[in-house]
């Protein structure tokens, strides 16, 4: 099974400023990385697949990037929407989830 | 729009059995993989299921193989998953989740709002 291992745990971000979320897989899932984000009492929304591309209707503040066993979550300027858990999941191998990083207003 | 409604969680006691449903509209059904995953409280996402959209292929996460059975019935718009021998592990939120499309191991893109299954004596 393919371990996805996120960090942080949490973030803590001023609104407007930069936030960079990293996952990381125990072996090489090429490009087959998703992120998505989940605020309480809602299910998951999918933010990125594909590594780097956006999914439908995903502002242009969110940027994924990597390959392999490396990847990022950007978030260019954070607005108050933003403030919720995220997680990553590879699909290369069956699907896994990453344990979830929770972003935070400072 | 896309729509994805669970429905058939509740209480059931360990060994019990339960049947899910997800009925699906705004999009056409039959051309996409379906998938089952769930979250247990306070806690992470754990993929189950997969299914393709002619049920030509079929997955399982090790921890439910051989005790829960997913299926679909394109005529309906409808998404199943049969839970037999369940456990106190298998408490959680299950989501109903569309796969972006119909190749083998392709992510979820809408989810439903989930139904609450509780394994308890």
């Known amino acids: 099974e393919i371990v996805m291992t996120q960090s942080p745990a949490t973030l803590s971000v001023s609104p407007g400023e930069r936030a960079t979320l990293s996952c990381r897989a125990s072996q090489s899932v090429s490009s087959n990385l998703a992120w998505y984000q989940q605020k309480p009492g809602q299910a998951p929304r999918l933010l990125i697949y594909g590594a780097s591309t956006r999914a439908t209707g995903i502002p242009a503040r969110f940027s994924g990037s990597g390959s392999g066993t490396e990847f990022t979550l950007t978030i260019s300027s954070l607005q108050s929407e933003d403030f919720a858990v995220y997680y990553c999941?590879?699909?290369?191998?069956?699907?896994?989830f990453g344990q979830g990083t929770k972003l935070e207003i400072k | 729009e896309v729509q994805l409604v669970e429905s058939g969680g509740g209480l059931v006691k360990p060994g019990g059995s339960l049947r899910l449903s997800c009925a699906a509209s705004g999009f056409t059904f039959s051309s996409y993989s379906m998938n089952w995953v769930r979250q247990a409280p306070g806690k992470g996402l754990e993929w189950v299921s997969s299914i393709s959209s002619s049920s030509s292929y079929i997955y399982y996460a090790d921890s439910v193989k051989g005790r829960f059975t997913i299926s679909r019935d394109n005529a309906k718009n409808s998404l199943y998953l049969q839970m037999n021998s369940l456990r106190a592990e298998d408490t959680a939120v299950y989501y109903c989740a569309r796969a972006i499309g119909d190749t083998a191991m392709v992510p979820p893109d809408y989810w439903g709002q989930g139904t609450l299954v509780t394994v308890s004596s």
């Open positions: 999941q590879q699909y290369n191998n069956w699907y896994t």
